[in-house]
Each structure stands twice: as C-alpha cells, then as structure tokens.
C-alpha cells in the first residue's frame, strides 16, 4: 500500500525559492510538505549571490543574524575591458538600508531557512524525495491534487489543495503539468571553476573582464574563493574540450593573467569545471487550476547580476500571504486560483525588467571586433561618468523592494562585513 502524506500546500524543490515560502507558510499556520530531490544541501556552483533586495529581505525574515559569519559583502563591481577600467560601483553610493549584496553559500542559507521552518508546527521536509507524477481530479486535464513521490522506502503520494513547482530551471513539475512555455537560448553557455582567491585581490569586489568576444565573472566566494564563469559559444563545450585543457587554461590567461598558476595547479581536468546551459523561459501562465509556477521554474534568468535568487525570494514573500488570505476565505479552488493569477500579476513585470536588463547586458558582452568592441567600452563609460544613470540601471536589478532612505542613518546600522 501507498503511504499518503496530507497537507494545505505541498513545494516541490527545497532550493531558496521553496524553503523560503515553505517557511513563510508555515509562520502563518498554513501547514506544508517540501520535497527536495537531494539528499543533502551541498550545491555546487549554484547561485550564491544574493542581492541587496534579497539582503534586505532575509534581514526582515529575521534570517540575517542567524547567517552572521556565512557570508560576504560586496562593495565594489568594476569592468575591464581591453585592460582599461571603464566602469566601477561603490554600492556604498546606494542610499537604501541594504546597499550591498552579498555571497552567500548555499549550504547555509538552506540549511538556515529549513531550521526556521521546523520551528513552526506543519512545516515538514522531505529530503531524497523526487516528484514524478502529479495527482490529478477528474483524470490527466483535471485539477492538481497533489504529487506521487518516489523515496528510498518506496512511492508516497502527498495530497494538497496546492502544489507549488519550485524546482527549477529544468523544472519537471512544469513539464508534467503540461503548461505551455517559451526555452530562449543565449549565444553562450559558462563554464564554471571554483580557484584560491589570488592575494593581490580584495575580496569585496566583483569583476567582470572582457577582451573581445571572451569574458569573464569573477565572484568572491566564502571564505577563501574565487568563482569563476567564462563564456564559451552556445554548445561550444564539445569543441573547447577537443583542444584540451590547455585551451581553458589560456582563455583564462587572456582574462585574468593573475589566476594563470593557480588555474594549471587547480583544474587538471574537466571534472573540476561545471558547464552551464544560459537561457531564459518565459511562461504565459504561471498557474493552472491546483498548481502554481514561482522561481526559476516561473521565469527562469541568466546568472548575470545574481538575479535568480533574489527573484526567488521576492517570489516567496509574494506567494505566502496570498495563499494565506486564499485559505482564510476558505481555501476553495477558484480562491487559490484567483492568489495564483494575483501572484504572476504582482511579478511579471519586475521579472520582465530584469529579463531585460540581463538581455541587454548579453548583448554587450557579445560584441567583438574593432568596432563592437569600442561601442561596448563607450557605453560601459558613459554609464561610469552618469552617476544618476548608473544607479537608475543598477536600480533596475538590485533595488527593487526596499525604499531609499537616510543614508546618515543606513551607515550607522549598517552591519560590518563578516569577512572583510
């Protein structure tokens, strides 16, 4: 016999974006089961640059102090191009209560936003727990019911008025639901490297070097690291192993001379990189009768300016009081319709203004040749020299949620670096 689990709301995906609203619901009495594929929380090379926005919000949650020690404030981005600094950001300049992101492993997120949700009653977490069926009323075009779950001691199924596809970019729950959606590919994909941070570098800045068409992000990492994302063409992966290792380790030459030692004694094979698949997708409807879309698997981004998780979490935060309310006024399937269409109107357009950001941002890192090359570090120069239009841009991606206030006051309860 089947064992069966019974909850308001089952989330498949225990990343940020389901742990989070799990624990929001739960806070609010409305009683949920996660389920995470994964056996542990270790995600390697996986978004752990959380956004001023996002910053604020754990702090609101009440997150932030227990993560004291976990993390790293950026103050600084800068852009090389061609060996020449043409753009650089002191998020100090930022006159909001959380003008710096942060780089935040997700092992201590996670696991933080789990022990906050089992402090709540209803709040359970089920880990090796993969999701292959959704229940269906009525057969395969009927409302969603809940999910049939396979663990290590056999299949469950868990019932819920709602379930909630927080799984991702490659988002399954998605696929069975059989919701139409758009996959845009980029004209690259990133090849991943985890390095010794170099001690000539502080570790309080982002860099982004460009030479060309090649590029580079370069994202201090807790404690002692370096991540680092170079651009390869779309399905070039194939053609770039091909060469050889050495061929990474010059591109790499080319981007960072600084690395050049560490990258030969550290990557001696493929087995230390990991290749990253860039697209976005765009679903019309985040929701259909019994299931609702949020995350990655709603609207999923690129990893330029770290938006993945902070969009993530404004999701959630969006999502609990709506499907709160909905339950309050009796949890009828047309009222939890009607919190999941509020909810994608809530967020469409915000997720649309960093679709584009990013987009943009694609496109000048792309341009190459004499010519494309001088466009892009005179754009990049103009939007140095622009204060004002440089926080308007930067605006777009990192501040959001949070309102502007004294700054006087937001650097004296600014909190000091963990790492500095």
């Known amino acids: 016999m089947t064992a069966e689990l019974t909850a308001q709301v089952c989330v498949v995906g225990g990343g940020p974006a389901g742990l989070t609203l799990a624990m929001e619901l739960a806070k609010r009495s409305v009683s949920v089961v996660v389920l995470e594929q994964s056996g542990h929380f270790n995600r390697s090379f996986r978004g752990e640059s959380v956004s001023p926005d996002s910053v604020w919000l754990l702090d609101q949650l009440g997150l932030l102090d227990r993560l004291e020690g976990e993390y790293a404030q950026m103050h600084h981005m800068e852009i090389i191009d061609s060996g020449s600094t043409v753009m650089r950001t002191n998020f100090a300049d930022y006159d909001y209560p959380h003008p710096y992101p942060v780089e935040l492993p997700q092992p201590a997120l996670l696991s933080a936003l789990a022990a906050a949700g089992r402090e709540h009653d209803g709040f359970t977490l089920l880990q090796s727990a993969t999701a292959v069926g959704l229940l269906r009323e009525g057969g395969e075009s009927g409302a969603v019911t809940g999910v049939r779950v396979r663990t290590p001691r056999g299949e469950i199924t868990v019932n819920a008025a709602l379930t909630v596809a927080a799984d991702g970019r490659f988002s399954k729950v998605r696929e069975m639901s059989q919701l139409p959606y758009e996959k845009l590919p980029l004209d690259r994909d990133v090849i991943w490297m985890r390095l010794p941070f170099p001690a000539e570098w502080d570790s309080n800045t982002y860099r982004i070097r460009i030479r060309g068409g090649e590029h580079g992000l370069f994202i201090p990492t807790h404690p002692d690291s370096v991540r680092v994302g170079m651009n390869i063409p779309k399905g070039g992966l194939r053609d770039l192993r091909s060469q050889g290792l050495s061929a990474l380790h010059e591109r790499l030459d080319r981007l960072a001379p600084e690395l050049s030692d560490t990258v030969r004694e550290v990557v001696r094979s493929w087995s230390e990189t990991s290749m990253l698949d860039i697209f976005t997708t765009v679903v019309p ?35 609990a009081p709506l499907v709160e309310q909905a339950f309050a006024d009796g949890g009828s399937p047309a009222a939890l319709g009607r919190a999941g269409e509020e909810f994608q109107r809530s967020r469409e357009e915000a997720v649309r203004r960093s679709r584009g950001l990013q987009l943009r941002q694609e496109r000048l890192f792309a341009l190459d040749g004499k010519v494309g090359g001088a466009v892009r570090r005179s754009l990049y120069r103009v939007v140095d020299r622009n204060r004002a239009l440089q926080h308007r841009v930067l605006a777009r991606a990192y501040f959001q949620v949070q309102q502007p206030g004294p700054i006087v006051a937001r650097r004296i309860a600014q909190r000091p670096s963990p790492r500095v």
């Not at 985040?286 to 979490?313: C, Y």
Request: aromatic share 2%.
């Open 285 to 319: 409807r985040w929701s259909m009768p019994g299931l609702v879309l949020m995350g990655d698997a709603a609207h999923t981004l690129t990893p330029i300016l770290g938006q993945g998780v902070n969009h993530a979490i404004i999701d959630a935060v969006t999502l």
